[in-house]
């Protein structure tokens, strides 16, 4: 048998061992196939190719098959060549992919919650999307979340395996970006986000308030606790972790980015130069005082320019001693000093993670 035609079928549980091509429909050209394809759960070992094949002519086009949206849920697809395959929001669910070839395929937005990536091959090529499909879709998961972060996790492992360091930090990063804004929603609602807080019952019957807390059984806290109001420590707790991490994305990219620690740390000494000035800074050698004046001259230009210098050398904790700060400045400045050596701190760490992945 040359080909096999599944256009339009439903392999729930087939047993498609030793087939070796597949066309999915007379005709059919690459492409808007996947919303009439269902194959979960399949068994497919060791297919030695997966792609397009027009039966009527005998042409093989690796990587023109699409999965987009197909239900793949429980299918067993190991040691396969899914090269350039599309999986766009297609349900790979608990699916099996262990030793298969991903490479250039397309992973957007696939749902892969406890999926089987073995040994599974990706490059440079392997999409795996900006957010994740529990992220769209979150709706239609009671533990979406959950799902999520798992999605992510795995992900990163794979592309750890296959050397992808970008990829593995773009994930990292998403990761990160999903937990913040779940912290910031749950700080501003003041309320348990569905699928975050009604996933972790335990925690959750200690952090809503109500007179009644006890006699809510903790089996139904996932169906009440949503129209709950969350106790304020945890709201607050909830809005310093967000901003804690909203600052951590901005001028670190979560640890990740050695230029932007250094371009936040050049901002944050730029942004302090303009504030020492207000109070005055004294020229030891000639008993200076310097303050901003009235007008703008080039001698306020000169001003600004030596409030720069100082507060470089506060930030990075050099302090030549040639200019003091004035009044409230010297808070300031110890203020920066403490920052700076934090900075300096973190620079070097995020250099060599930076160096290392």
């Known amino acids: 048998m040359q080909s ?6 439903t392999l729930r549980r087939a047993d498609l061992d030793r087939i070796t091509s597949f066309a999915f ?12 394809l269902h194959l979960g759960p399949v068994m497919w070992r060791n297919p030695p190719k997966i792609g ?11 990587g023109s098959v699409n999965f987009a949206e197909a239900d793949l849920g429980e299918a067993t697809l190991q040691n396969a060549d899914l090269r350039d395959a599309v999986f766009y929001r297609a349900d790979l669910e608990r699916a099996k992919l262990d030793d298969s070839d991903l490479g250039g395929a397309s992973l957007t937005e696939a749902a892969i919650y406890k999926a089987s990536f073995g040994n599974v091959t990706v490059d440079i090529d392997t999409r795996f999307g900006k957010s994740s499909k529990y992220e769209t879709d979150a709706e239609e998961y009671d533990d979406w979340f959950i799902r999520a972060t798992w999605s992510y996790k795995r992900l990163r492992e794979v592309a750890d395996r296959n050397s992808l360091s970008e990829r593995r930090v773009d ?7 999903l937990r913040r804004r779940t912290k910031w929603k749950r700080a501003m609602t003041g309320k348990p986000v569905v699928g975050y807080d009604t996933s972790r019952k335990e925690d959750l019957a200690k952090e809503i308030l109500t007179d ?5 059984p903790l089996e139904n806290a996932l169906i009440e606790s949503t129209d709950r109001n969350l106790k304020t420590s945890t709201r607050v707790s909830s809005l310093i972790s967000a901003v804690a991490s909203g600052v951590s994305r901005w001028t670190t990219a979560y640890a990740t980015n050695p230029y932007r620690v250094l371009g936040s740390s050049i901002v944050f000494s730029v942004l302090l ?12 050698a000639t008993g200076e005082t310097l303050r901003y004046t009235s007008s703008v001259s080039v001698d306020s230009l000169l001003l600004f320019g030596r409030a720069v210098y100082f507060s ?27 920052v700076g050596s934090a900075m300096m701190a973190l620079l070097v760490f995020v250099l060599g993670r930076y160096i290392t992945r």
Do not use: C, W
């Open 312 to 338: 470089v050398v506060t930030f990075t904790t050099v302090g030549y001693g040639d200019v003091q700060p004035m009044g409230f400045g010297r808070a300031v400045a110890m203020f920066e000093a403490f």
């Open 4 to 9: 096999v035609d599944f256009y339009d079928a």
């Open 171 to 177: 994930l990292y990063i998403a990761d990160k970006n």
């Open 52 to 62: 397009l094949q027009h039966p009527d002519v005998d042409i093989f086009d690796r």
């Open 25 to 36: 429909g007379k005709g059919v050209v690459p492409g808007g196939l996947a919303p009439l």
């Open 273 to 284: 130069a303009a504030v020492y000035p207000i109070f005055g800074l004294r020229d030891t």
């Open 212 to 216: 009644d807390r006890n006699s809510v």
